[in-house]
């Protein structure tokens, strides 16, 4: 059975994800309008106020998720892609 907190970071992300969707939609719509009225100040205004919300939500998507006692991992390092090809070039 699921950790309570790995089904609240699984319903979390999947929040976060409908947002950054959502935002990609508005900004579309915002993009439109600012191109059928000749790239109008308000129109370009909302669509950099939108991309700054969806640059901060993607900021809390790539955020470390803690382990669940509410610490990160020490060794969660060791595990990174690029690490185990720079390890075996330096063995």
Sequence with gaps: ????????????ARWLAELVEGLQQAQDIAWRFGAATDQSPEAMDLYARLEAVRVEVRSLQLRAVPSRNGQIDPNWMS?????????????
Excluded at 1 to 12: F, I, L, N, Q, V
Excluded at 79 to 91: A, N, V
């Design 1 to 12: 059975m699921p950790h309570p907190t790995d089904e609240s970071a699984a319903a979390r």
């Design 79 to 91: 595990s990174l892609p690029w690490d185990k090809d720079r390890k075996s070039e330096l063995d």
